[in-house]
């Protein structure tokens, strides 16, 4: 999966400047959603990589070393690598189910065109009850929509 970059949130010139643009970081965790593929043989899995995901008191924690960002001739910078979720929810479908998600604090992240996110952490939330249990022992996460109101 590709996030291509948005340009309004992190600001690049392409034509003097080939450095990728720098991730952002929050002081607040965030609240995000995270697609996961139903499998016959291995339960949920993630849906491009096919990786399994196994929850442990509900939780799952995935983690990225890197991002790998490049710049495409077509749409500006790409990110690559890291933990793909989304902004908002679209809702399941038949092959793919939704899952709150969050991005702990001080995690670099991109922000995409299209409502998606991508990160270096994303904790995912089996239920509901994982999630408010969460929100129980930390503080609630922010919606990215209130986190760069708060920043600007």
Known sequence: MC???SKSLHPYDIIWNYDPPKSLKSNKDILVFKY???SKFFGLITPLRRKPI???NGICELKADSFRVNLSSVSGFVVEDGIHAYIK???NTD???V???VIPKDTPFYIGTEHDIVSLRLIIFKNRFAYWKYC???DFPKKL???LKNAQ
């Open 136 to 138: 129980y022992k930390n």
């Open 95 to 97: 092959t793919l189910k």
């Open 36 to 38: 996961l593929a139903i």
């Open 99 to 101: 899952y709150f998600a």
């Open 145 to 147: 929509k209130e986190i």
């Open 54 to 56: 196994t929850f442990n």
């Open 3 to 5: 996030l291509i970059i």
């Open 89 to 91: 929810s679209f809702g």
